[in-house]
Every structure is written in C-alpha cells, then in structure tokens.
C-alpha cells in the first residue's frame, strides 16, 4: 500500500513530466513554425519575385537538422536542387582554412604570432611595417594590412577573374608591396591574405591545399562531399551558376588564393559542418580556436577570431560567415544564444544574407516579401 507520501512524490514527478512534455511539444512546433516560414520565404524570393534559380538551405533547431530544396540546380535541364547538389561556397572556404591552421597550432606545429616569412621560399620577401612582420594570426583575423586584392590581378575573364592568378604572381606582389600600417592593428577583409595562408599552410603540411583539408577537417567530421574539384563521377550534380540578371556564369577557379574561396560542397555536408561547429564535439580544441574572439572587426558589437566573424546585437551572438562568387552566394551561422543554425547556399549571385539573419533571430516576419 503506498503512503500518502509517495503519493505526493508520484504526482509531483508527473507535474514534472508533463510539463517537460509540453515545453518539449511547444519548442517543436515552434521550430516546425519557422522552417514553414523559411521555406515560404525562400520559395517567394527563387519562383514569385525571380531572384533566384535554386536555393538549398539547413536549419538546426533544437538539435534537429532540416532540409528545404528549393528551384533547380541547372535551369535548362530542369535538374532540381537536392541535398546532393554540389555549390560554390565562396569565402565560408575560409573557416575551413582557418581550421587547419588551429588544428596546426593545437599540434604544436606552429604558434598564432610566429612570422609567416620563415615559411615561403627564399625567394619571396613579405613586407613588414616598423619592424613588425605578417603574423599566422594576422592573415587569419584580416590585420595583416595586406589589401583585398593584389593589383597585378589581369582580370583577364571578367566571368572567372582569379583563374589566371598564378602563385609566381602572388610571389611577386607580396616581394614588392608595401604595407600601409602595422599588421595586428586595423583589420581590412583580404582575399589575398586568407589565399596565402591557405597556400603557407600547404606548403608546411607539404600537400596540396585539398589535401590538407581533407585530411585535418573533412575527413574527422565525416564530410565526403566538399572538394576544390569534384571528382567525375560527381560532376552531373555540380549546380550551374547564375549572375544576379539570372544568366549562367562560369565556375570560378583559384589556383593561388584557394584557402580564400576555392571549396564546393553540398548542402547535406554543409549540414554537418554546421552541426560540429556549434556542437564542437569533434575537432573540439579547433573548433574553439577559431570561434574565439581575438580582435574588434568592422561595425559596432563585431569581432572575429580565426575567420569566423561574430555579431553581438540587441542581446544576440551569431558566429558566421559568407560567400559569393560569380554565379553563387553562402551563408553559414548560428546563434549561441537561442542554439539555432542555417546554412544557405544559391547558385545566383543574389545574397540569402537578410534572410538567414532573420531566421538566427526569430524576426522572420520582418522579411519582405514582393510581389
């Protein structure tokens, strides 16, 4: 026979258990809710307002991961985007980078503030200000007061303007560039810097720079379908880029500054790239490193560690990044303190920025839809 006691403790527990069930319920359906309104946001902007041929995007709420595939991943064969569906990520390339380089550091391989200059050639002289020189984490949080683009560019196809850019190129303009300011004091986005330090790091791991990403990111979290080039059995699911007047463009190629933007990836490996990043259960002392603020970035309430910029607004913080090249544009985030993820990525240079913003902050409603 229970006692009057355990009666009490048995419905306390049952209280208990219900009322986790029902905030259980609730944050469900909440996350149901938005992915509805993501997707309609999405299919809104691709099919009613043509800003876009095919979207593929990934949400993590609640510790659950869904897909929305929106549009087609080549318009004239009507091949629709899917979780297969092989995108240009643009400069989200650069966590990547910045993860081999912490995952170099954590080995003790190399440290933050050593000086790049030991590890090029002899040939090249990197350019120092007051005696200060280029610094691994210079390059990596964007002081190293190298500008965005090197000025011996050619351009030479305006559709695919990196692909002429050669690594004797590059060598060449660091030899004779002078710096405007000491590295580590001002930040100023460099494709150049993060393209060198993809190319050092390659160089000290001495393999190619695909190589070096498979083997200290890609394959510890499991990533088998992210690659500079996609092999040929996988090409037919390589999506075809649009410009933003919708127009197919040509596939960017990066020989010299590939750690700044070079990768391709689906979005079902994306989804997992994001679920490690914010998990750092794998990788864990890498995943810290670069997600750690080391230096104040451009606007209010903005830093950035290795790569990864973080936002700290109106009693959010959001750790992201973004990409675009000719024909594609990415955007990788989450929000650490409502633990809510998106990855999107679209083959149409029409940025999804505002958008997935709006999802890591519950202000979905705040988008505009056009008609």
């Known amino acids: 026979m229970n006692t009057p006691t355990k009666k009490k ?27 509805k309104a993501l997707k309609h946001i999405i299919n809104h902007k691709v099919n009613i307002e043509k800003l876009g041929v095919g979207v593929a995007a990934a949400v993590i709420e609640n510790d659950t991961t869904s897909f929305i595939n929106i549009g087609y991943a080549n318009q004239a064969t009507k091949q629709n985007v899917d979780e297969s569906v092989y995108f240009e990520i643009g400069s989200i390339s650069k966590t990547f980078t910045a993860m081999a380089l912490a995952s170099m550091v954590n080995e003790g391989k190399l440290t933050l503030t050593d000086a ?8 090249v002289t990197l350019p120092i200000y007051n005696n200060k020189p280029i610094t691994f984490l210079s390059l990596a949080n964007h002081t190293s007061g190298l500008p965005r683009l090197p000025n011996n560019m050619t351009f030479v196809n305006p559709e695919n303007p990196y692909a002429d850019y050669s690594i004797e190129d590059m060598y060449q303009f660091l030899s004779n560039y002078q710096l405007p300011r000491e590295p580590g004091s001002t930040p100023e986005y460099s494709n150049l810097g993060m393209g060198l330090l993809g190319h050092v790091l390659s160089l000290i791991d001495k393999k190619s720079y695909q190589a070096m990403i498979q083997d200290r990111v890609l394959t510890p979290l499991e990533m088998e379908n992210t690659f500079i080039d996609i092999p040929v059995s996988e090409r037919t699911q390589l999506s075809q880029g649009y410009n933003d007047q919708l127009k197919p463009t040509q596939h960017w190629q990066l020989p010299a500054l590939q750690g700044a933007g070079a990768l391709k990836s689906t979005i079902k490996d994306m989804a997992i790239y994001l679920q490690k990043s914010m998990k750092n259960e794998v990788l864990t002392d890498d995943f810290s490193l670069t997600q750690t603020a080391n230096a104040s970035f451009t606007g209010a309430n903005t830093s950035i560690g290795l790569a ?42 029409i940025s999804m920025n505002k958008i997935a913003h709006a999802f890591l902050t519950n202000s979905l409603d705040s988008v505009q839809l056009n008609k």
């Open 116 to 123: 790049v200059q030991p590890y090029l050639p002899k040939q």
């Open 9 to 35: 403790s048995t419905s306390a527990l049952a209280t208990v258990l219900i009322t986790l069930f029902i905030i259980f319920c609730s944050a469900a359906s909440q996350a149901s809710n938005d992915v």
């Open 308 to 349: 990864w910029i973080i936002d700290e607004n109106s009693g959010n913080k959001i750790l992201m990044h973004d990409g675009g090249t000719g024909g594609y544009r990415s955007f990788i985030g989450f929000n650490e303190q409502n633990n809510k993820g998106i990855v999107i990525l679209a083959n149409t240079a």
